[in-house]
């Protein structure tokens, strides 16, 4: 069987909060699956060094903590993933949140779920975070 390895980086610029962050969540909306019962999972990347333009399988940052998984919701239904700790330390560092998104195993060749991308058309859709 071949291995299906799908990964995607998101990263967030958090220069302009001020005061005390109480809660933060990354938003994510899938447009796709291959099929139902897909697990997907979210890391902290340290290095924040990498752009969205330039980011390649052979220069991809490592993934770091495990911050959750879950199972993909139906398409146009939010995960919601729980960065309130990670926003605080980042704070207090470059201002800089980078999440790695991936698969924890091989679910064959259907098993991929494509979340929107900040360019995706249904503005609703695209990923955000949500800071009080």
Known sequence: MMLSVRISYIKYDLSSITGTVTSAKVMLV?????MAG???QANLVSDNT??????????QPAAGTLLT???APAVGTSVQIDVTSQVQAALTGDKKLSIRISSPANQGSTGDVSYASKENGTASYRPVIVIN
């Open 69 to 71: 998984t879950w199972t």
């Open 30 to 34: 899938p447009t796709s699956e291959g």
């Open 38 to 40: 897909i697990t997907n």
């Open 50 to 59: 990498w752009g969205g333009t330039t980011l390649t399988w052979n220069n």
